[in-house]
Antibody, heavy 119, light 106 residues
Framework: EVQLVESGGDLIQPGGSLRLSCAAS????????MSWVRQAPGKGLEWVAN????????YYVDSVKGRFTISRDNAKNLLFLQMNTLRAEDTAVYYC????????????WGQGTLVTVSS | IQMTQSPSSLSASVGDRVTITCRAS??????LNWYQQGPGKAPKLLIH???NLQSGVPSRFSGSGSGTDFTLTISSLQPEDFTTYFC?????????FGPGTKVDIK
């Protein structure tokens, strides 16, 4: 069974940093693109970043470029999102998602981890 | 690529046939996916590539369209279907979602 379990969400002050983790199991993690998608409270979904199987390609939404870094550890089946210079508008539930193949959709989602940026 | 959905909400009854529309600001061929999200839950993939039903999803869900205009149809609403639906384009980065359509009980 495919499982994605996020952790690391917290209440953080504006300008602060946070690292989210996602533990993957039930599939060959190193064979899949992975992604982070977020959802602000009561709002819609926003794709944040993608990372290729070997980490050689990464893509970001403009609003997080230069502040967020996606990475992965294929030996430990872990996906990360390093978030720096956090802003109030980064407040959201962050979902770890799997991309099944060469397609560009998200077939499995974690339960999400809440990041709240507030003073 | 901007994604829009209509309606933003609708009221329907169990057994009704419901259609939700998604429109892209430019052609995305058939790189269009649909998700269902219950309250407090993670989204669930329903349909990918415009019309391909994800494994395990009931056959009352169907999708169609290409280019800029797409539809999600629920042929006979069941109680568990009263929730929110999002479309998403996978044609180009940044992947973008529609604002959602909430389906509630009439």
């Amino acid at each position: 069974e495919v499982q994605l379990v996020e952790s690391g969400g917290d209440l953080i002050q504006p300008g602060g940093s946070l690292r989210l983790s996602c533990a993957a199991s039930g599939f060959t993690f190193s064979s899949h693109w992975m992604s982070w998608v977020r959802q602000a409270p009561g709002k819609g979904l926003e794709w944040v970043a993608n990372i290729k199987q070997d980490g050689s390609e990464k893509y970001y939404v403009d609003s997080v470029k230069g502040r967020f870094t996606i990475s992965r550890d294929n030996a430990k089946n872990l996906l990360f999102l390093q978030m720096n210079t956090l802003r109030a508008e980064d407040t959201a539930v962050y979902y770890c998602t799997r991309i099944p193949g060469i397609e560009d959709f998200f077939d499995y989602w974690g339960q999400g981890t809440l990041v709240t940026v507030s003073s | 690529i901007q994604m829009t959905q209509s309606p933003s909400s609708l009221s329907a009854s169990v057994g009704d046939r419901v259609t939700i529309t998604c429109r892209a600001s430019q052609s995305i061929r058939t790189y269009l996916n649909w998700y269902q999200q219950g309250p407090g839950k993670a989204p669930k993939l329903l349909i990918h590539a415009a019309s391909n039903l994800q494994s395990g999803v009931p056959s009352r869900f169907s999708g169609s369209g290409s280019g800029t205009d797409f539809t999600l149809t629920i042929s006979s609403l069941q109680p568990e279907d009263f929730t929110t639906y999002f479309c998403q384009q996978g044609y180009s980065v940044p992947f973008t979602f529609g604002p959602g359509t909430k389906v509630d009980i009439k």
